[in-house]
């Protein structure tokens, strides 16, 4: 529960009430009150209202805001409005703006548009925090605490520069201890002085390529990601203390743009927050798998808790090139969807549409039509009558039998650097692998690698490019305990500095694999090969994997080019456990005939094998078992349940053996 | 006439001699002269010629050069040489030079290289525009004044910052409406001071965006876009009163780059010009229509009077990154084409190809072959021959049935923000309902909003997304007085400020449409819906409105999708009037039928129907009418006449009922 | 032969063992004993290990490892450093750095990352050449300098800006010569001082098209490419200079970048060049004649005599998106290819891979897996073992009766400025007509312009855009007396100024040609014309001569368009010889049969002509002939030999007739 005070499943959104004039603002409260809303997020962008210049503080319009919410019912989730500083002071302190990653100084305008490391930066930050939470902190509306939003961009300025050798100064201790650990005698790199080291940017050591920037010194960058994601969580964590001294019972969070957001390690992240949170914006036609990827990485970070869903659109989005609204039904299918992943909350952004600006395109709960009778707005009054008795699913938990090992540091480190295929990408593979899992019912969780393994029948570590010799024997240690582990290609190749194991990839994983990667060839996109394996022929690309075997089993191998009929896929037995190689960027139905075939040669077992289309996520309570069951297809869907009568939440229906699914439907069911 | 001194159709181009020596000169005039030509441009980027430093003036090149052409019978368009600063300038003093989208400073070199906001900038223009004035006040040759060549960029630099803000306070008086007007409430963009306010540069609120910038604060964009048209008409205006002051009856003009250019508010323009004056460079198979629409609208530039076509090429351009020669015909037809939107002058860019520089392998009159022995020559001769009898249809006047409502601000507005669908953009919109009228045969005018409705049968306004509510009355006042409007999708959203108007769109027009759109649903390109109507499927893409009715009737409707059966065409009986709405991007063939329905509905009439390919442009001097027939295909084409005898006066050749047209031929029909 | 100190082929390459500990070193000579490696690049990128400040120089590491391996009877091609400055160098004097063409300064990081024109760069280059040449002069290891690595980019800070005036003072004498000769009449860029001159980045005069800069002021774009090849040339004399002092016996080399490099005049670098060398990156799939055309090229630079091909990759690449292994047989054939086509030496990057940094995953002889047992190695030691046997065809000379006349001038020029067609460029006009010449087995050179031509029976000339009076009274004397030209369109269009030569293309190759080109027309990619000839259709595209012939025969007219009929292809007979000219963008069938058409009609006749997918290199040494036979296709191959009896010097064989090639094989005949 993410407040006790507040022990329902919160309802609510963004909500700007100082765009609008006061006959509105008394419109939409009677608007909230038809949708069933019962929290408002205020306060995001308000610093130049609250702060509308250095030394003067003016919270009297928020406070009547929350007043009058308060009597009506309505709770709030109070921002700091830290994203967008005040044109006042990046007038005076033009140290605060962002330098992008050419080196060149912002202007001031927009969000986000601020350097993690400038300290007047932080002091206002800290500042207006500690005042809001000051101010507020016995408003008895008040129910949670959103830092910020959507923290976003590295700063690559000279303030930034200077910390940023002060900390590789505390990381390696000497120059040498760090000219060795980075190999900078390659290229003749060697830093004779602290303040020789540059920040990377396209002016030294970075250069775009293809669709990202690399860096002609990869070891420089891997550590400014490890910095930079280090100072921007400080930026959190300065607000964070500022407010827990006033208001230590009320959790405090900060909305995490796009789960998979690779800028920042949110594992590092999560350890600081009380609890996490992010904004949900599906793409279209995306796969349902990759939404569940993202809720469950959230749902990772803090091992399960259940989480805040701070953001998502009732309609459409307007910052993508096409923003199509939600079909009928999709919002109220994300809405549960989100639920049963974890969230106790569904906020929107926004509950009224802007009039101007540059986001007045961006969908909201009351349009620009000012009416609650508009399609989008029933559809939000449909989920917030709905869910007003579903309070018995707050406090469940997701249980899974699977988990992807997810790794940020692999994501950089193979990413930012030359490898043999720059179309290998990271997360292309963690949601191939993850959609295999989600397939067989089996439930998936997402994993950190210093998060614990035990209790999952297999783990799935895709393109897990860096290994040290710690997590070596953490996987180790699971696989001898009876843990059942699937790598891949481009795994191993590096340790936790970015220098290469000798002696073959995946280095310290050899032992497991039971072999050896000798070469990787690496071929354009369009140019394929193909695997062997089950008596059938599966496309591969990419990249190939030319493997050596030592104790591992062969189960496919390559159909053409020069190593046709060589290892590439393999089992090996370890321990008390089996490990799982694929030596290619292999296709989907390769993935998911393995994933199946694991299943049957281990005996694992879904409780209820979802049909093409459909999800299974399983939750409990105490003594209690939820299945929710989503029909994401846009056809009727039949499913198999396990023995004895079940009971929907939402409708109160009962089934027996099978439940029929509406598409775009969901069922969260209850044993009798 | 563009001047009575000369009453003739002007036929010339720019000229360089400056580049050449006597006897290429000599060489010259008489190839002029076979080819007929009796006006030349001098003095376009002459500037480090005629003011070689800051207190020297040297008019004598010219001077000589002009009393030769004189002597032989030839006039002059003079050209300040504003569009190039002399480097001995830009060196003493470099605030003259451009400060780019990104906010870089420029080097020197190339033309249009100048911030339009600097003073020194102005008082050297102004000073080279009197100085030339006064030399030549009397000189008999001359016919025209050509100020600068082809504004072109904006400037973004401090001192244009500093006028913006001026222009700021001037426009909104005070911080606060600015504010309101604004809307800066929305991610926390409120102004303090004056001083706060950026320009917007890629440093600031602007982004790149798929192929076009658009900005965080779209307000303060579409305002730096009316501060820049008006910056940039102003160097244009200190000239012209510089001229003025010495030639008070020579004409002054200046050639407006590709009519339907985004960056400059050609209305605005117009009105201080004496004529208008456009470049002619239609693209490579490009409709006819749309150099149609070019010509149109530079003719409403000044409501209909004659204008000049101030350059096209005799065959090819060198600035495309392919080049074709225009077939042999082309720029025959497309001098008449010229003349019958309105032109009164043929000019070519240019009269002999440069040897060097960037644009080498531009076209011109006397190629690098160096002969009249030349194909380009001899069609260049040829129409020379032709125009000389043809000095009767000066001070015609087109006469349209109908007219495109052409609206830069809506252009600005829409474009330039976060909208549902990055593609849907005003010139295609534009371009596809002007082209359907074209086929109609009834004639096409372009008005600007401030101008006359009146006498217009049919008003298209596609996309006309700013709409406040003087024009919503001008509108209703068409509508009800008689007139037939055709509305379409994104019209109406927004006021003057760039606000929203709330209620559903198309806001203050929703009476006109009869209805109102609640949301606009939006899809990749790829993605198309179609729309039933008149018993016949169409194709529609990009944004779908989801409409409800009011008064309207509904004539079409959705094939596909959660709108499948709603609205998607209208019809509203509005006072006298009519109003047609499409409530998506129509294929041409839903847009052609409608607007032959349209035609049918309401009786209207063409005197000419045109096939295929084929353009008819009525023109009319006091009792007599003329009918311009173009035929743009690669076909012969039959064309049926109304009553009567015509005489074509060309070819000299009559016609009764029908007129054969050769490919790419012309006729100029006066009724005996 | 290179160095008579080591006559045989030199077999190693780049070695860096200050990245890897003492044991690893001993590993590694074992390996390269092994191997077959006889000489070993060192010191390239070592300057923070060898200088470690201003003041210090330490050579006891390379000291030791020279030692070391010459006591292993391995040889030492010792580099100078300068590719990549320490960093304590640019922090202490920044001006080091390279700014690049955006205007921007770069910061320190990476390679080639400095200003050729920098006094302190040349001093501290100079200097550490120098103190190597002073330290290592009598080391019995040393065989070969190695200056640099790879120079590659232009500079364009305000030193540059500086000593380009000073250039352009020295090569015009005065600026009326230098505005006559760069047209600058031409939009007003006249100079008016020396120091008004700009360097030619995107804020003067350089834009963006496509796919690369051009400028708007060619003539100055031109300027700079020759003064910048001069400058950076410069560099590699001030270090040459400084080595020869002290070894004036030790052959001096840089190992040029991409034969076909456009930014460096390589002609000119090769008159100062002991040795010529290049490093040889075959793409994917790229045809063979591309990469025959590459050692042809490099070959010429110094008119035949043998080269170093200082890197290959032994396996992968790495710096390419997709990096392909190099196929079982390729790096072998690709080894023959080189030395048939002049290399004395096989070095390969790298003999062991990195383990961090940029490239930890190029390919090297001894790789991650740090093993003898790979693939990979036991290719390397099977061609090691090969050569050993092969010292014979050392100082052999390749032997042509054609060539293809190279010229980066030309290709500067026509691709620097706005042309008919942007698409038209010059490499891929040159690599056609080169493959057709190699495909005749009449043995190909590549000439520069100030190269004799005599003795080639056919000179292909394609895009010879820039011709001076010169260069076409030498084409005209080749022609005279018997030799055989082929000219393309987009030829002789400027002189060396740039500056178009009046009275219809190709200017003063007109005579040559037998007629003149009146207009080029231009259409983008996708549409086609065709050239009938020979009875046949042949497609060509982009560019189209509208021709006027005097004296020549026409073979080929085009099929289409307003020039259907109009001739395409021409023959015309110039005093004893003949000259051919193709008037657009041929296909390479085309191109192909003209050639055949050539060898009839003219008799000639190739000892061996090769099948398709087999290249034949003849050789000859005193009275020795070699033919060297290339399989490079994927099928086995016959080729019909000369009469008498053949040994294949590399396994012995003896031929008559014919000979049988496997997939990927070479024989080298030697006549018994």
Known sequence: ???????????????????????????????????????????????????????????????????RLYKEGIYVCLATPTSAPPHWMTQKYPEILLTDVNGVKREKGGRQNFCPNSEKYRYFARNIAEKLAEHFKDHPALVLWHVNNEYLNYCYCDICRGKFQ??????????????????????????????????????????????????????????????????????????????????????????LIAATFKEWNYFEWANHMDVAAWDNYPGYKEDFSVISLRHSLIRGLKEGKPFVLMEQSPSQACWRWYNPQKRPGEMRLWSYHALAH?????????????????E????????????????????????????????????????SQTALLFDWESWWAMEDTLTPNIDFKYLNEAEKYFKALVKTGL?????????????????VAPALYMVDEELARKLKDYVSNGGILILTTMSGIVDEDDQVVLGGYPGYLRDLMGGY?????????????????FGKRYECSLVFDYIKTTTAEVLGRFGRDYYMNEPAVLRNRYGGGWVYYVGSSASFDLVWDLVKFIEREHNLRAEITPPDGVEVIKKVKGEKTFYFLFNHSHEPQIVDLPEGTFRDLIKGNLYEKKARLQPLDVLILLKE
């Open 166 to 255: 002060n900390w590789l100064k505390e990381k390696y201790g000497t120059l040498d201890e760090l000219n060795r650990r980075w190999n900078t005698r390659f290229w003749s790199q060697t830093f004779t002085a602290w303040e020789e080291i540059p920040v990377p940017t396209t002016r030294s050591v970075l250069f775009w390529r293809k669709d990202r920037y690399q860096s002609v010194l990869p070891e420089l960058y891997l550590d400014y990601r490890r910095f930079m994601t280090q100072s921007m969580l400080e930026c959190f964590l300065e607000e964070y203390r500022a407010i827990k001294k006033h208001t230590p019972d009320i959790p405090v969070t900060t909305n």
């Open 517 to 533: 990667v000798e070469e990787i060839d690496a071929l354009p996109p369009e140019e394929k090969n193909e695997i062997l394996m």
């Open 443 to 459: 439930g998936v969780d997402v994993v950190g690698k210093d998060q614990n393994f035990e209790g999952y029948r297999i783990i």
């Open 342 to 358: 974890g969230a106790e909350t569904l906020m929107f952004f926004q509950l009224r549409q802007s009039k101007g600006g540059v």
């Open 1 to 67: 529960m993410v407040n006790p005070k507040l022990p329902v499943i919160w309802y609510g959104g963004d909500y700007y009430p100082e765009q609008w004039d006061e006959e509105t603002f008394e419109r939409d409260i009677r608007m909230f009150k038809e949708a069933g809303i019962n929290v408002v997020t205020l306060g995001v962008f308000s610093w130049s209202l609250i702060q509308p210049d250095e030394n003067t503080y003016d919270f009297s319009f928020f406070e009547k805001v929350m007043d």
């Open 360 to 399: 007045k395109f961006h969908g909201a709960v009351i349009t620009h039509v000012d009416s609650p009778n508009t399609r989008v707005f029933q559809e939000v009054k449909r989920v917030g009558e709905e869910i007003k008795s579903l309070s018995d699913i707050l406090d469940t938990r997701v249980v």
